[in-house]
């Protein structure tokens, strides 16, 4: 192997190496991802991207063929943990408001606190519609809006007193009318 020809990150590794087991790696990737075309594309270049910057190691205890594989159906299997993650919590998400409609009709109970509700930021009116009316918890909610479980836990404490805040102040204005 020429000096030249080796990765930065990634000493034990050449270009020319990779480039002969690519269509090899890419048949992996294709069957790894149900011979999708574009997912395998897409996995092959994460693999590239693991072994440029280094992220995966190639230390030379296997051959550079059994490690770029592994690399491949190690991020075969990420890629699609999270997917089937993510399909979950959508069909829980799904069952519970086909099941539990009950938020839809409570602007018609109480439209002022609706409107209330309306009037919050939009991260902090989905977190409280998802906590209250959904009945996730805030770590769940947070998991759906695509935040972490301290920033949902933010969104939520400040809606809350943004909501205790306005009805107190509707409520006090009521009761002075009266």
């Not at 991207?49 to 280094?54: A, N, Q």
Request: aromatic share 8%; glycine share 2%.
């Amino acid at each position: 192997m020429r000096e030249s020809d080796a990765l930065d990150k990634n000493p034990h590794v050449s270009r020319a190496a990779l480039e002969s087991i690519h269509s090899q790696a890419y048949g992996w990737a294709l069957s790894r991802c149900d011979f999708n075309n574009a997912a395998a594309e897409d996995l092959m270049q994460q693999a590239y991207v693991e072994l440029l910057s280094g992220s995966a190691r190639f230390d030379n205890k296997s051959s550079l063929k059994t490690f770029v594989f592994s690399v491949v159906q190690n991020l075969a299997r990420s890629r699609y943990r999270r997917i089937a993650s993510r399909l979950r919590m959508a069909k829980q998400y799904q069952q519970q408001a086909s099941v539990e409609m009950d938020c839809v009709a409570e602007p018609d109970r109480d439209p002022n606190i609706w409107n209330v509700v309306q009037e919050l930021p939009a991260r902090q009116r989905d977190i409280i519609e998802l906590v209250f009316c959904r009945e996730l918890t805030v770590e769940q909610a947070a998991r759906v809006m695509g935040v972490s479980t301290g920033t949902g836990r933010v969104h939520y404490d400040r809606a809350k007193k943004a909501l205790r805040s306005k009805l107190q102040s509707e409520w006090d204005l009521a009761n002075e009318v009266r």
